[in-house]
């Protein structure tokens, strides 16, 4: 155990080349960390919601950082219109060029939650990028774990392109979040907290879970998966399917008893202890 932090300091991401927005996001630093973790946050949260994440790593001489991504959080844009899979990757590198300019001789690794699962699985797939030492990944959104109405799908593929900022619910079930009743009730009341979703961006996010769901290989760098067997929002069953089918490049571990934040449980101090043991082991 080592220094104080400093909780949920405010920074902010310039507008960048390629429509990168000006995001906000919020750093949870130390001195001469032993290491830093880029957090890509899930479906309709935001950052603020990982000072308990944190509060752990920086315990372990860990610097955490994370941006609210387009359309969630304090960042700009429709709420739960994150535009498309294409624009968040662009977002997440503009995200790893902050960090790596800002911490140069501390070895980067990446957490995505849920849909950032997602973003960061198809970031590593796409760029070899040599400043990323590892990736941790949080019930992965592979493929959901409810059925979408192929009607739903059919219509979100027309509205993807002539009217991609209409929203509709997420779908969220919110108990679902969590075993533990106090992180479902600071969800519900969290004026952050975003319940839609766009059919733009729907759809997009859908195909992006698609090519995970076919991948096999190559990955770019050490990876970790973690996912609850009783997860009801994204799919135990297909994350358990993509390490069977990449069984050589991935670290798994399952959680018979969780729900889909593993990180907010009743077990989150020996889910962040793997995570933590993992990245010292690599």
């Known amino acids: 155990m080592t220094q104080t932090h400093k909780l949920r300091k405010h920074i902010e991401l310039p507008i960048g080349e390629h429509g990168i927005p000006h995001l906000i996001g919020r750093s949870w630093d130390i001195n001469k960390p ?13 950052m603020g919601r990982y000072d308990s994440f944190a509060t752990f790593f920086n315990q372990r001489n860990i610097a955490v950082i994370g941006f609210d991504l387009p359309g969630f959080g304090q960042s700009p844009g429709k709420r739960g219109h994150g535009v498309s899979i294409e624009l968040m990757l662009l977002c997440f590198k503009a995200m790893v060029d902050y960090v790596s300019s ?20 198809h970031y590593q797939f796409q760029a070899a990028d040599d400043r990323i030492q590892s990736y941790i990944i949080g019930s992965p959104w592979i493929k959901t774990a409810f059925e979408v109405s192929p009607l739903l799908i059919k219509v979100a593929s027309v ?9 509709k619910s997420n779908d969220l079930i919110v108990e679902e979040i969590s075993d533990l009743s106090s992180i479902v009730e600071a969800y519900k009341s969290d004026p952050l907290v975003n319940g839609r979703i766009s059919l733009g961006f729907g759809y997009s996010m859908y195909l992006a879970a698609n090519q995970l769901d076919a991948y096999t290989g190559p990955f770019n760098k050490p990876t970790y998966i973690a996912h609850a067997k009783n997860d009801k929002l994204t799919s135990f069953e297909a994350t358990a399917n993509f390490v069977k089918r990449n069984p050589a490049a991935i670290a798994f571990k399952s959680y018979p008893d969780l729900k ?7 077990r989150s101090t020996d889910v962040l202890e793997a995570y933590y043991t993992w990245m010292n082991s690599i």
């Open 159 to 167: 509205a993807s392109k002539i009217l991609p900022q209409i929203t």
């Open 102 to 121: 800002n911490y140069p001789n501390a070895p980067l690794h990446v957490f995505g939650q849920s849909m950032g699962g997602n973003i960061a699985l």
């Open 34 to 46: 032993a290491g830093i973790i880029l957090v890509i946050h899930g479906l309709g949260e935001h």
């Open 260 to 266: 889909h934040e593993l990180h907010n449980s009743s």
